[in-house]
């Protein structure tokens, strides 16, 4: 995908919803490759999602990724988010109840829709959750 910022290995991917299939096709990459044992997708409707699924953006990229080789088992969803503050809140409690926090040094990679202000976004935000739980 055009724009997109490369990832260390990780404990999860997350994937925060939108309108580009092309996001949920490089995540799918990624975990074929075996960048990270999870993906979680994020997102139940934005501004550019509003009334163009009958599903929200985490069950479409969820089919979309099973379609692309993801084990089905090995994906989580958040499908109440509709913005990036909720996107980080709601999976952090997620992965916090499941007990998959990421152990290893926070990676995150942004896309050309979700873009460098994103990332900085999602790190300080997942790193105050981090502190205050």
Same mark, same amino acid.
């Given at each position: 995908? +055009? *724009?997109? $910022?490369?990832?260390?290995?990780?404990?999860? %991917?997350?994937?925060?919803?939108?309108?580009?299939?092309? /996001?949920?096709?490089?995540?799918?990459?990624?975990?074929?490759?075996?960048?990270?044992?999870?993906?979680?997708?994020?997102?139940?409707?934005?501004?550019?999602?509003? *009334?163009?699924?009958?599903?929200?953006?985490?069950? %479409?990229?969820?089919?979309?990724? %099973?379609?692309?080789?993801?084990?089905?088992?090995?994906?989580?969803? +958040?499908?109440?988010? $509709?913005?990036?503050? +909720?996107?980080?809140?709601?999976?952090?409690? %997620?992965?916090?109840?499941?007990?998959?926090?990421?152990?290893?040094?926070? /990676?995150?990679?942004?896309?050309?829709?979700?873009?460098?202000?994103?990332?900085?976004?999602?790190?300080?935000?997942?790193?105050?959750?981090?502190?205050?739980?």
């Amino acid at each position: 995908m +055009e *724009g997109l $910022t490369l990832i260390f290995q990780s404990d999860v %991917i997350l994937v925060l919803g939108n309108h580009d299939l092309r /996001t949920v096709e490089h995540a799918a990459m990624l975990w074929r490759q075996g960048m990270a044992p999870w993906i979680l997708f994020s997102g139940k409707e934005g501004a550019n999602t509003r *009334g163009k699924w009958k599903k929200s953006e985490a069950e %479409i990229f969820k089919d979309r990724a %099973i379609s692309l080789g993801v084990n089905k088992n090995k994906i989580l969803l +958040e499908p109440k988010a $509709t913005n990036t503050g +909720e996107n980080v809140s709601f999976s952090y409690n %997620i992965l916090k109840q499941r007990n998959l926090l990421p152990k290893k040094k926070d /990676t995150f990679g942004a896309d050309a829709i979700h873009g460098k202000k994103s990332l900085c976004h999602i790190h300080e935000t997942m790193a105050r959750l981090q502190r205050n739980s």
